[in-house]
Each structure stands twice: as structure tokens, then as C-alpha cells.
């Protein structure tokens, strides 16, 4: 990321106060769900956008977005909000049939003597 890019996102007032965005990064789906609905359409859109620019809060900002109509999103965050509230709509992608639920690779052991 780019110096100056970094400087706007930072500087970038969140619309909600710290307590309710901290409640909701700590929140389970079910309870993010009930956040999200105490907030006003318009500080939920700010948020949405606010949420997704930052890697550890996208998901969040996706699920903000979800509530949200797509004119708003188009209002208040331009070509980043329509893509945003296209993304919001899209199915989570499957995992692979033989992925495991940790995501690592399978271990073997040595059949062989070792030296």
C-alpha cells in the first residue's frame, strides 16, 4: 500500500463509536446481526465501507454491506460500494471435498530406515 493511501485510511474517521465497532468485531454472526440492525441506514453504509478498506474488519464490512441497499452503497462509496454490495450478495465459495477443516496438509511418516 502506498504511503499516502495508508494516510487517508487512517485518517478516516470510523462513523460509529470505538465500543459498538469493538462490540462487533468480537461478536458471533447471530450477535453481529443484532448490531448492526441498532444502527441508523445511513452510519451502516459508512460503516460497511469503513470496515471492508481494512483487511482485519472486511468481513465485518461484508456483512454490514448485506444490509444495506445498493443505492446507498453507490451513494456514499461510489464504484467501491456497488463492487462491495455485489460481493456482499455472492455465495462464500465451497471448500474442496478433500480440504480438511484446518486447512493443512495431510502428515506422513517415514516407511523406511533413517540414516
Known amino acids: 500500500m502506498l504511503p499516502e493511501h495508508r494516510a487517508l485510511l487512517e485518517d478516516e474517521p470510523c462513523p460509529v463509536a470505538d465500543e459498538i465497532l469493538g ?3 468480537r461478536a458471533s454472526a447471530h450477535g453481529l446481526n443484532e448490531l448492526i440492525a441498532t ?5 451502516r453504509v459508512l460503516l460497511a465501507v469503513y ?26 462509496g461510489g464504484n467501491a460500494g456497488v463492487v462491495l454490495f ?3 450478495r455472492e455465495a462464500p465459495a465451497p471448500l474442496p471435498s478433500n480440504a480438511h477443516a484446518t486447512g493443512r496438509r495431510k502428515i506422513t511418516l517415514a516407511t523406511g530406515l533413517l540414516r
Not at 444502527?39 to 452510519?43: D, E, M
Open 51 to 76: 470496515c471492508y478498506r481494512r483487511a482485519h474488519l472486511a468481513s465485518i464490512g461484508l456483512a454490514i454491506a448485506a444490509t444495506c441497499d445498493k443505492d446507498d452503497l453507490a451513494d456514499w
Open 86 to 88: 455485489e460481493r456482499s
Open 23 to 25: 462490540e462487533m468485531y
Open 39 to 43: 444502527v441508523s441506514p445511513t452510519a
